[in-house]
């Protein structure tokens, strides 16, 4: 299972702690070709040699291959050329287990104050009391806050709600409206709190 031509990629930098999105180019039968970064400056950002992660979503099911920058391919526009993986070293990953982290991060709903449980980047997991009135489906718009970062706004719909004692409630929202540079954002933090916590393992 190969990504196909102007499909969307995501790359992860692991030496770097970054996060980018591309596209696909062209596939040949030993590499393929991908274009510059979207959403950060490609300035030294791909030098030769560079180990990335590629990942990749067909038919809501997500796969991730590791590979290397070969270099660049200058045409009408630059190209970066990676290695093509054998089909067996494509791995079919789950999304929310790669990118869920658990974390208490501040959200503000309908002026209400909050926080995350935890987050990713199709939703997150937040608590609140029995006083704010929600129900499952109802569409809702806020803003995160995730440190070291610009506020991200988003719109979601409610997936499910969860009755805990002590007058709690956990609410399970996902995504429907989020730019994607505050994505991009979600998943560099998500990735970042992931490294962090391997590390202290």
Same mark, same amino acid.
């Given at each position: 299972m190969y990504p196909k031509v102007n499909q969307k990629i995501v790359i992860e930098i692991p030496d770097k702690d970054l996060i980018c999105h591309s596209m696909v180019a062209e596939v040949s039968d030993d590499e393929i070709l991908i274009? !510059?970064?979207?959403? !950060?400056?490609? $300035?030294? *950002?791909?030098?030769?040699?560079?180990?990335i992660a590629v990942s990749f979503t067909v038919d809501d099911n997500k796969y991730q291959f590791k590979t290397k920058i070969l270099g660049r391919k200058r045409e009408r526009i630059s190209l970066f050329r990676i290695t093509k993986p054998q089909e067996n070293q494509i791995q079919k990953i789950q999304l929310r287990e790669n990118f869920r982290v658990e974390t208490?991060?501040? *959200? %503000?709903?309908?002026?209400?104050? *909050?926080?995350?449980?935890?987050?990713?980047?199709?939703? *997150?997991l937040f608590s609140c009391t029995f006083e704010m009135d929600l129900k499952e489906g109802e569409e809702l718009s806020g803003t995160i806050f995730i440190p070291d970062s610009s506020p991200i706004s988003f719109k979601g719909v409610i997936k499910r709600i969860r009755v805990l004692e002590n007058n709690v409630k956990h609410v399970a929202m996902q995504f429907t409206?989020?730019?994607? %540079?505050?994505?991009?954002?979600? $998943? !560099?933090?998500?990735?970042?709190? !992931?490294?962090?916590?391997?590390?202290?393992r």
């Open positions: 274009s !510059q970064p979207m959403d !950060q400056d490609p $300035v030294g *950002l791909f030098p030769e040699g560079t180990s208490t991060i501040r *959200l %503000k709903i309908d002026e209400m104050e *909050l926080h995350t449980i935890n987050i990713s980047a199709g939703g *997150l409206v989020l730019d994607r %540079k505050d994505e991009s954002k979600i $998943v !560099q933090f998500c990735f970042q709190k !992931q490294r962090q916590m391997r590390m202290k």
